[in-house]
């Protein structure tokens, strides 16, 4: 079982910002196109962001169009971490969020652990 743990979800106003960090001891993030998908109540899972394995000419990014310019996906290659900065969030971005990895240009095969991020006045 691949195990992927995550932390700094909660409660935020509508313009506020969070960062999700997500670690493991099971493999080396930096050899795996990496995700983060988010699950809001009564809806489907939504892929928001991929980062792919490091490759000759760096990783590439992408992301969905409800969070592009607002949501940025980093890695730490070091401390084996990845991260989602979230700015300017808005009450639908209100969801379960997970760290995943098997991810492509818009899909996450495989999640870990989730969070819970509340956007509210």
């Known amino acids: 079982e691949v195990q992927m743990a995550i932390s700094g979800g909660g409660s935020v106003q509508p313009g506020g910002s969070l960062r999700l960090t997500c670690t493991t001891s099971s493999f080396a993030m930096k050899w795996e196109d990496m995700g983060w998908v988010r699950q809001a109540p009564g809806k489907k899972l939504e892929w928001i962001s991929t980062i792919s394995a490091i490759s000759g000419s760096g990783s590439a990014i992408y992301y969905a169009d409800s969070v592009k310019e607002r949501f940025t996906i980093l890695r730490h290659n070091g401390k084996n971490e990845l991260y989602l900065q979230m700015n300017n969030l808005k009450t639908e971005d209100t969801a379960m969020y997970y760290c995943?990895?098997?991810?492509?240009?818009?899909?996450?095969?495989?999640r870990g652990q989730g969070t819970q991020v509340t956007v509210s006045s």
């Open positions: 995943a990895k098997d991810c492509s240009r818009t899909n996450c095969v495989t």
